[in-house]
């Protein structure tokens, strides 16, 4: 079983949608998570943290469930920059391990 | 730019040749990941340094593989015999000072591209 799983979709939604994606980890000692952004052949990018009351940056708001190993990211009032991949990571600190789902892709269509 | 950069940013070698990468971290950051990616799919874990110690090595690293950071500065990942199956973006990231929650900074990567 993967340390972290993810749809990989695509999910292709219109300009101004809100859209939410889910990941699930297996670790129950997971201690820190994150949400990075990766555009095609380029670097994944650190989107924002995840704290366990839940956090809001702008257009997105990232939650995260301890009891079901669950964390989400929704984009509301979806721009064409947004399309990219959205990668789900979790740290084991005591190993110093991230961990990385496949990632979803994310297509905004005009 | 996070401040991490990796040279080259491509490299297309024959089958059976030995290719180096380089990674320079954020000069603060002790702490510096090796990372291969292949298409469709997140970075796997290859091997972690803090400072010049390197403290961990993936299965998926063999004996073909080999890491180092001397002086606790820049590092390099290097490939040898290559292999078609090696053909992937190598990616290094680097963070802080153990500190729960901080994140890592990824350099742009190396293609390597095994013909």
């Known amino acids: 079983r993967k340390e972290v799983e993810q749809d990989p979709g695509p999910f292709n939604v219109p300009e101004g949608a809100t859209v939410a994606f889910n990941c699930t980890y297996s670790n129950s000692a997971s201690q820190s998570f994150f949400w990075y952004r990766q555009d095609c052949r380029k670097e994944p990018k650190l989107l924002m943290s995840v704290y366990s009351s839940g956090n809001e940056d702008g257009r997105f708001t990232a939650q995260l469930n301890r009891a079901s190993q669950y964390i989400s990211l929704l984009i509301r009032d979806s721009k064409l920059s947004d399309s990219a991949t959205y990668l789900c990571?979790?740290?084991?600190?005591?190993?110093?391990?991230?961990?990385f789902g496949s990632g979803t892709k994310l297509n905004v269509k005009p | 730019d996070t401040g991490v950069s990796q040279n080259p940013r491509h490299k297309i070698t024959k089958r059976g040749q030995n290719v180096t990468f380089r990674c320079d971290p954020i000069s603060e950051h002790n702490r510096l990941y090796w990372y291969r990616q292949t298409l469709g799919q997140g970075p796997e874990f290859l091997t972690y340094f803090q400072n010049e110690a390197q403290l961990e090595k993936s299965r998926l690293l063999s004996d073909r593989f080999s890491a180092e950071r001397p002086k606790g500065s820049f590092s390099t990942l290097e490939i040898q015999r290559t292999e078609q199956g090696d053909s992937a973006m190598y990616l290094c990231?680097?963070?802080?000072?153990?500190?729960?929650?901080?994140?890592?900074?990824f350099g742009p990567g190396t293609r390597l591209t095994v013909l």
């Open positions: 990571v979790v740290n084991l600190e005591d190993f110093n391990k991230f961990y």
């Open positions: 990231a680097t963070r802080r000072q153990r500190k729960t929650g901080n994140e890592q900074f």
